[in-house]
């Protein structure tokens, strides 16, 4: 990566993009900071950028701070570092230049975006280029030697132009490499273990996908140790078993080979574990084992890395990074690479953070292709039945018929296939909470919590159980860590923490809690929590507005929203408490 220096438009424009962006969306402390640090190093205050400066001109403290035991500045720059190598692999995938802040110190620096393709200059020149590198890549795709594509670089352009360009024609060269098997199906040419490739045909957000050992392939994960310290064995260790319980990936307990190839690798990740700035740091970055590029990086500090705390921090690493929400996954499509299993987690993802049934429909048929296909993974049922029950729960058209019965069928399946499986368990005790088997739906997620307590979304369930159980005071705050601790986190955590802060008594964090549903509106216990939380804040506008809407898109529901709380076997005393707030918020008779 090469630094460069951007005019104050450009950075203006960006750093406002940035600001604006989802992945900056809900951490108001990380906007703040990244604003002040952009902008005093634009205005040539560099050297203000210091940790006691920041401290008092951004976190507000006094004169009486001490950086040694308050670690406010260097954690919030941690969490800001972490954000924009997320920014920059997503949504900032195609910025001319990048933001950063170098670990050790909090003055921004400007990168050139090596992987943003170059402008054209020349339209026909560019698309003599485009129908000369074409038929490199057909040649190649013929069993041509991968040097055939690399003398294709010419020696002459400068290095930047170089590194594009090679970068380029290796994701074209797997893509095309990709199109060769999937063509070759059909004239029964097979893989080294005598099977097909998977085919998939797109149809609008629905996926077809033939049987094939391909088609539940996870993304491989390694962890490489380069630092040698108790500190650092400790993170390994930890990273380590944190890896073990995730259903989403395979973990393999031994080093990548050095050897790297593009196809083979493309979906293999490696977590670094080196030497951190500071005396006792410890650095963790996620890589691309194909390209090298940092998807993530984390500083852990002598503090972080302690026995009590390193569980934790590890946590909220891997719960950034591995579900189907995480970096991995997030760079997995962006590089066009998902296919099978991934695809549909990809796909059960999005229907998890905009519950609608245009989504749900589009999970549910890729999962269920795989599990007609007589899929192997117990991570496809266990989806399926958490889907199915959706999809019973908000009476979606598809699958027609849906049942508990069935749901719970592929629970059982599930099981049966991941006994050890967090993900089944999880579901099976979700379709316990549905029959109104409060106490076996709390064994089973305490299970899936018990068998990786690295992953939030697992906590999160428990958590959500616990509350919908009536046991607010012990679910509550297992929910809210985990909330607190994964920005891009499914809806249902805030709905459920809107319940249990709204049972313990905290308005003000169920408001907020209630807030964080704005982004849907197609479910009607959702509006209601909005509502609520409206009416609790004194905003009389938005309360109408959102009474309003409640009435028009859920007669139903707003007729008699009692019938629907006890569909759900929510507890009595909530549902006595949701309704009476109801009726104070305007909503009818509210019965």
């Not at 050790?104 to 200059?121: S, T």
């Not at 040419?189 to 996870?218: K, N, R, Y």
């Amino acid at each position: 990566m090469q630094h460069a220096t951007p005019a104050a438009p450009a950075v203006r424009e960006t750093l406002e993009r940035l600001l604006a962006s989802e992945t900056f969306g809900r951490s108001e402390r990380a906007r703040k900071l990244l604003r002040y640090l952009v902008e005093r190093e634009q205005a040539g205050e560099a050297d203000r950028l210091k940790g006691f400066s920041i401290a008092m001109d951004v976190f507000g403290k006094d004169g009486d701070f001490d950086p040694s035991t308050d670690a406010v500045v260097r954690v919030q720059a941690g969490r800001l570092r972490e954000l924009l190598q997320h920014y920059f692999a997503n949504e900032g995938v195609a910025e001319p230049f990048r933001i950063a802040i170098p670990r050790g110190g909090y003055v921004p620096a400007y990168e050139l975006n090596a992987i943003r393709l170059p402008e054209a200059a020349d339209p026909a020149r560019q698309a003599e280029v485009t129908t000369t590198q074409s038929e490199q890549y057909a040649a190649a795709s013929d069993d041509a030697p991968v040097a055939a594509l690399l003398a294709a670089v010419p020696t002459s352009a400068p290095a930047v132009v170089r590194h594009i360009r090679f970068f380029w024609m290796a994701i074209a060269l797997v893509i095309a490499m990709l199109g060769v098997l999937i063509l070759r199906q059909g004239s029964g040419v097979l893989l080294a273990g005598g099977e097909v490739p998977a085919t998939i045909e797109t149809t609008g957000e629905t996926s077809s996908i033939a049987p094939s050992p391909i088609s539940e392939a996870l993304p491989l994960v390694y962890i490489a140790v380069k630092t040698s310290s108790p500190d650092a064995s400790r993170v390994a260790a930890s990273l380590r078993a944190g890896l073990s319980g995730f259903d989403t990936i395979d973990f393999i307990g031994r080093d990548a080979d050095s050897k790297i190839d593009p196809v083979a690798d493309a979906t293999s990740f490696v977590f670094d574990i080196l030497a951190g700035p500071g005396a006792g740091d410890v650095t963790i970055e996620l890589q691309s084992v194909a390209t090298g590029r940092v998807l993530l990086s984390r500083n852990l500090t002598a503090a972080d890395s302690a026995p009590s705390a390193v569980e934790n921090h590890i946590a909220g690493i891997l719960s950034t990074s591995l579900p189907a929400s995480g970096t991995i996954y997030s760079y997995i499509e962006q590089t066009g690479m998902e296919i099978g299993l991934t695809q549909c987690l990809l796909l059960n993802d999005k229907y998890y953070l905009d519950q609608n049934a245009k989504t749900h429909e589009a999970a549910y048929r890729c999962l269920e292709t795989l599990a007609d296909s007589g899929a192997k993974s117990s991570l496809v049922y266990s989806e399926l039945a958490s889907l199915h029950l959706e999809a019973v729960n908000d009476h979606y058209a598809y699958p027609p018929d849906a049942t508990t019965e069935k749901a719970m069928t592929f629970a059982h399946r599930a099981l049966q296939m991941g006994p050890t499986s967090p993900y089944a368990h999880r579901s099976y005790g979700y379709i316990n909470s549905r029959l109104g088997n409060a106490d076996e739906a709390l064994r089973w997620m305490r299970k899936a919590y018990d068998l990786n307590p690295y992953d939030l979304a697992m906590a999160a369930a428990y958590g959500y159980g616990l509350i919908f159980a009536g046991r607010y005071a012990e679910g509550t705050p297992i929910l809210a860590n985990a909330v607190d601790a994964f920005s891009g986190h499914p809806t249902w955590w805030d709905f459920g923490l809107f319940a249990g802060e709204f049972m313990l008594g905290d308005t003000k964090k169920a408001a907020i809690a209630g807030t964080a549903l704005r982004t849907t509106a197609t479910k009607s216990h959702y509006l209601a929590a909005r509502l609520i939380g409206a009416r609790i804040t004194g905003q009389d506008n938005q309360a109408r507005k959102l009474l309003d809407e409640l009435t028009a898109k859920f007669p139903k529901f707003a007729a008699n929203p009692r019938a629907t709380f006890v569909d759900r076997k929510y507890p009595a005393d909530l549902t006595e408490r949701l309704v009476r707030a109801l009726r104070d918020a305007g909503l009818g008779s509210a019965s």
